[in-house]
């Protein structure tokens, strides 16, 4: 069963810039396709981006799109999340998710039940 741990969180002025990464043990990384969540305060997940399991596609949000990229370390069994021009709308708890089957789907990486294991987030505030 895989392990999600994610890092890298904090407070951060609006157009500044953080990185967030989703560590993963107890499973083969380099298999899986993973994906971004933040949930605000009050609301659902929302998709942010997706990256599929070798890294060849990513998907992004038009929402963040020009902002936020997603990558990926297989060797060190990680993904990542570029922020930066951060926006106080972008206060959320983040979580990583995992699609073991290694599945990428662009009409259905929105789909939160495409994903088997998740993190515990981290929190990403943006102040104003």
């Known amino acids: ?15 500044g810039s953080l990185r967030l990464s989703c560590a993963a043990s107890g499973g083969t990384f380099g298999s899986y396709s993973m994906v971004w969540f933040p949930q605000a305060p009050g609301k659902e997940r929302e998709f942010v981006g997706a990256i599929s399991l070798t890294g060849g596609s990513i998907c992004i949000a038009d929402s963040v799109k020009g902002r936020f990229t ?33 599945l990428f789907r662009l009409r259905v990486l929105r789909d939160q039940n495409e994903y088997h294991s998740w993190g515990q987030g981290t929190q990403v505030t943006v102040s104003s």
Do not use: F, H
């Open 1 to 15: 069963q895989v392990q999600l741990v994610e890092s890298g969180g904090g407070l951060v002025q609006a157009g």
């Open 70 to 102: 997603i990558s990926r370390d297989n060797a060190k069994n990680t993904m990542y999340l570029q922020m930066s021009s951060l926006k106080p709308e972008d206060t959320a708890v983040y979580y990583c998710a995992a699609n073991v089957e290694g």
